[in-house]
């Protein structure tokens, strides 16, 4: 088998494993307030942006999404969210951020399911869809935001093509996501070879890791509560909790996690 072709392969299986994985975990947290599926920030000094008494028990994670959101004024903005998770960052910035109207979409069908009943904001839509194959008209929207999925898809740079096609001219794609050393050649490759102009580029390993280890025991309490035994190894590894592999290789640089901001030309 050619070696591009054994590479599609796994890349194929790993969204499968993903397509399960997912809505099984929807499953499983239904009843707990798991609002974020992402990994979570903390700066140094705190961000200490104000946050509604609802939103405080996921600052970690809402700072995330701010960090990476804030890059542009969203304000009047019309967004789309690809790969939105449970929703908790889609209904957060919909209610602090003020766009003019917000589209979350996720693979996840369960998910959106979830989101649909979770989260009733005005000017927030959510629908099922395939980050892949968006499924809107070219030059829809202002901004595109992506947080922590984009590892997940078989073709990233189909990805990176499909937000070019729907963002509008002077459009801005606003994302964050890590990859292990092994994989980072050909994510550089594809985000220099995309045709959006980089506008920032910062690594956040350490804002990241402050903001796992601010989580780190309620994950631990989530997992044990609601996997079964035989899975608390990937669940630590999904959460990013203390001494999990992802935990480990934040702290060694074996992965990098890193946002960007990139614009659209006219």
Same mark, same amino acid.
């Given at each position: ?16 494993? @993903?397509? @399960?994985? *997912? ?17 979570? *920030? ?5 961000? =200490? ?14 700072? $995330? ?34 766009? =003019? ?24 839509? +959510? ?6 194959? $968006? ?5 829809? +929207? ?13 073709? +990233? ?17 606003? *994302? ?10 050909? @994510? ?20 990241? $890791? ?13 997992? =044990?509560?609601?996997?079964?035994? +035989? ?18 290789? $934040? ?8 946002? *960007? ?6």
């Amino acid at each position: 088998m050619p070696v591009i072709d054994h590479l599609f392969s796994i890349d194929r299986i790993r969204k499968a494993i @993903w397509q @399960w994985w *997912y809505p099984f975990l929807t499953r499983r947290l239904l009843g707990e307030e798991v609002l974020f599926l992402n990994y979570a *920030y903390e700066e140094n000094p705190p961000m =200490a942006i104000p946050l509604a008494p609802d939103d405080e028990p996921h600052r970690a994670c809402i700072q $995330l999404y701010h960090h990476v959101t804030t890059q542009m004024d969203l304000r009047g903005k019309k967004v789309l969210e690809v790969s939105c998770g449970h929703g908790g960052g889609a209904s957060y910035l919909t209610r602090t951020l003020q766009p =003019a109207s917000y589209t979350a979409l996720d693979l996840n069908s369960t998910g959106i399911r979830f989101c649909q009943e979770r989260h009733r904001v005005a000017r927030l839509d +959510f629908i099922q869809g395939d980050a892949e194959d $968006l499924p809107f008209e070219a030059n829809t +929207f202002d901004a595109v935001i992506n947080v922590e999925a984009s590892h997940c898809y078989p073709n +990233f740079p189909k990805f990176l093509a499909e937000v070019a096609r729907v963002l509008r001219p002077g459009g801005h794609f606003l *994302y964050a996501d890590f990859r292990f050393c092994d994989r980072q050649a050909e @994510w550089e490759m594809a985000i220099a070879t995309a045709s959006l102009k980089i506008l920032s580029q910062k690594n956040i390993n350490p804002e990241v $890791l402050r903001g796992l280890n601010s989580n780190s025991q309620r994950s631990q309490a989530l997992i =044990a509560r609601h996997l079964p035994k +035989f899975l608390n190894s990937l669940g630590r590894d999904f959460a990013g909790t203390q001494g999990s592999r992802i935990h480990r290789a $934040l702290v060694s640089g074996e992965l990098s996690y890193r946002s *960007y901001s990139f614009a659209k030309p006219v």
